[in-house]
C-alpha cells in the first residue's frame, strides 16, 4: 500500500508542488493516536497525515471520511473523497456518497433558516439574553459546518448582549477556538491576552491560566518565537491534563493533548535555550514534568543535550522526524527548528577545543538527507552568518578557532572602566562647584514657587538643566 500510494497522481503532484511527504512508516499507531482528539482538530489531523504519508494515506483518509459524515461540514467530506479518489480509486470510501452529501446539505439548510429565524425574532423582542445565546447558537452552527469567518463573526456580535464576565470569558474562548482553527496566529494572541484580562476571579481564573497558557505557546510557535512558546508551554499548570470543559470545550482533547504541549515545549525549548536554561526552567520543573513523562524521548533528547552530548541527542530526534513531519502544527516548523538545535549543538560541541578536524566534525554531526551535502557546507554558512565563530583550513583540512588575546580584552575593560569613573567623577565634581557658587534654585518655605532669580523663565531654564546634570551624575 505505501509503495503505490507514494507513486499515485496525488503525492507526485504535492511533490511538484514542493509540499512534505512522508514515505517513513511513523512510530505512532493511527488508531491510537487519533482517539486523544476530538472536534475539529480530529478531523483537521486526519486529513493532514492522509495528505503528507504515503504509508497511512487510506487509512488516514478512511476515518476522515467516516468522521465527517458524523458531522455537519459536507464541504469538507466531498473535499476529503476526492482526494482519497486519487490515491485509491478503487477504495469504498472513495465512492462519493451522493444521497447522503444532499440530504445532509438539506438538513444544514433548514437549521440555519431556523436559527436565523429565531434570532430575528430575539431581537424583535429586544431581550439582551436572548440575542447572546442566539448569536452564539449561530457561532456554533457555522463551526460545525467549517465556515470559520462567520462563525468568528457571530460570535463577535455576542459582545454587546454580554451580561457578566463569565459570558465575555465563554466569548472570548469561543473567538480563541476558532481563531486556533483557522491557524490565524496573530489573532489567536489578541483573544489570549482579551481573556487574560476578564473579569473572572477566584476559582473561574485559575481554571484559565492552563488554557491561556497551553494556547499562547501554540500561538507562539506558530508565529516562530520560540522562547516566547517555550516558556509558556513549560509554565502551563498540569491541572490542563484533567481540566473540566470551559466554555463547552475541552480544551485537552479538542485543540491539544498533554503530549503535544510535552513534545512542542520540548523541542522549542532546545532550539532558543542554553544548556543552564534548560536544566533549570526545563529537567528540574516539577510542572513540567508531568508533561515529560508523557514523552520520554523528549525528556532524554534535553538531558543528552545538557549532559554535552549532542550528536546522540540529535540521532533520538531524527528518529522522530517523520512522527513530527505528520503534526498539523510542527510540520512546517520542523525543518527550522531541527536546524536550530543542530546550529547550537554544533557551537557548544566547539567551545572547548582551539581546532577539531573536519572529518570529526563529519563523523559527529552527519548529513545525510540534511539540508547541506558535506559539514564544510554547513560550517561555511554558519561561519558567514555570525553563528560559529571560527575558521576553515580547507588545506589540513580543520576547524579552527580564531586566536585571542586575553591580556588585551583585560586591559581594554580596565581602561574602559577608568574612564566611566572619570567622567562621573567630573560630574559630581561640576555639581558640587555650582552648588557651592550658589547655582541652586530653592523654593520659598509657605511662599510661590517663584526662583531665586526675578527672572523666572531664565530660572526654570536653569532648573531644568541643573536637574538633567544631576540625573547623570546619579542624583535624584
Not at 44 to 72: F, P
Not at 93 to 103: K, P, Q
Not at 142 to 161: N, T
Request: aromatic share 8%.
Amino acid at each position: 500500500m505505501a509503495k503505490d500510494a507514494a507513486d499515485t497522481p496525488f503525492f507526485q503532484k504535492r511533490r511538484s508542488e514542493g509540499q512534505i511527504v512522508v514515505k517513513d512508516p511513523p512510530k505512532f499507531d493511527l488508531e491510537s493516536y487519533i482517539s486523544n482528539y476530538d472536534g475539529f482538530t480530529r478531523a483537521d489531523r486526519l486529513r493532514h497525515i492522509g495528505s503528507h504519508s504515503t504509508y497511512l494515506a487510506v487509512d488516514a483518509y478512511r476515518t476522515a471520511i467516516a468522521e465527517a459524515k458524523r458531522g455537519k461540514n459536507v464541504k469538507l467530506y466531498l473535499d476529503l473523497v476526492e482526494e482519497l479518489a486519487q490515491i485509491a480509486p478503487e477504495d469504498p470510501a472513495a465512492l462519493t456518497d451522493t444521497a447522503w452529501a444532499t440530504e445532509k446539505t438539506k438538513k444544514v439548510e433548514v437549521e440555519k433558516d431556523k436559527l436565523e429565524h429565531e434570532l430575528k425574532s430575539y431581537k424583535n423582542n429586544m431581550i439582551k439574553e436572548s440575542i447572546r445565546m442566539g448569536n452564539e447558537d449561530m457561532g456554533h452552527f457555522y463551526y460545525a459546518v467549517g465556515d470559520y469567518s462567520l462563525a468568528h463573526k457571530a460570535y463577535m456580535r455576542m459582545r454587546e448582549h454580554c451580561t457578566s464576565p463569565k459570558h465575555l470569558a465563554d466569548m472570548t474562548l469561543r473567538l480563541l477556538l476558532v481563531s486556533i482553527a483557522q491557524k490565524s496566529w496573530l489573532t489567536v494572541q489578541s483573544h489570549i491576552a482579551k481573556v487574560d484580562s476578564t473579569q473572572v476571579k477566584g476559582d473561574e481564573k485559575a481554571k484559565l491560566e492552563p488554557i491561556i497558557s497551553a494556547c499562547a505557546g501554540l500561538a507562539h510557535m506558530g508565529a516562530t518565537n520560540y522562547r516566547e512558546a517555550a516558556t509558556a508551554f513549560i509554565n502551563t499548570s498540569p491541572t490542563f491534563l484533567t481540566a473540566e470543559p470551559i466554555a463547552g470545550i475541552t480544551w485537552q482533547r479538542e485543540v491539544v493533548t498533554g503530549n503535544d504541549i510535552a513534545v512542542y515545549g520540548g523541542l522549542c525549548a532546545l532550539a532558543s535555550m542554553d544548556r543552564s536554561q534548560l536544566k533549570d526552567l526545563v529537567l528540574d520543573n516539577n510542572d513540567f514534568r508531568n508533561f515529560l513523562e508523557l514523552e520520554p524521548h523528549i525528556r532524554r533528547a534535553i538531558n543528552l543535550f545538557c549532559a554535552s552530548k549532542y550528536s546522540v541527542c540529535l540521532e533520538v530526534l531524527e528518529n522522530y522526524r517523520s512522527d513530527y513531519l505528520l503534526d498539523v502544527y510542527l510540520s512546517k516548523l520542523l525543518s527550522n527548528i531541527y536546524g536550530l538545535i543542530r546550529r547550537k549543538s554544533i557551537v557548544q560541541y566547539f567551545i572547548p577545543f582551539s581546532c577539531v578536524t573536519l572529518d570529526e566534525m563529519a563523523t559527529k554531526f552527519q548529513t545525510a538527507g540534511g539540508e547541506y551535502s558535506t559539514i564544510e557546507d554547513e560550517l561555511e554558512t554558519m561561519i558567514n552568518t555570525g553563528t560559529l565563530d571560527a575558521r576553515i583550513d580547507l588545506v589540513d583540512r580543520l576547524l579552527i578557532s580564531p586566536p585571542t588575546n586575553p591580556r588585551y580584552t583585560v586591559h581594554a575593560d580596565a581602561l574602559a572602566m577608568a574612564q566611566s569613573y572619570d567622567h562621573t567623577l567630573r560630574l559630581r565634581l561640576t555639581r558640587l562647584n555650582m552648588l557651592a557658587a550658589g547655582f541652586e534654585v530653592r523654593q520659598e518655605k509657605g511662599g510661590p514657587k517663584d526662583a531665586a532669580f526675578k527672572d523666572s523663565s531664565f530660572g526654570e531654564g536653569l532648573s531644568a538643566g541643573l536637574r538633567g546634570i544631576g540625573s547623570k551624575m546619579g542624583f535624584s
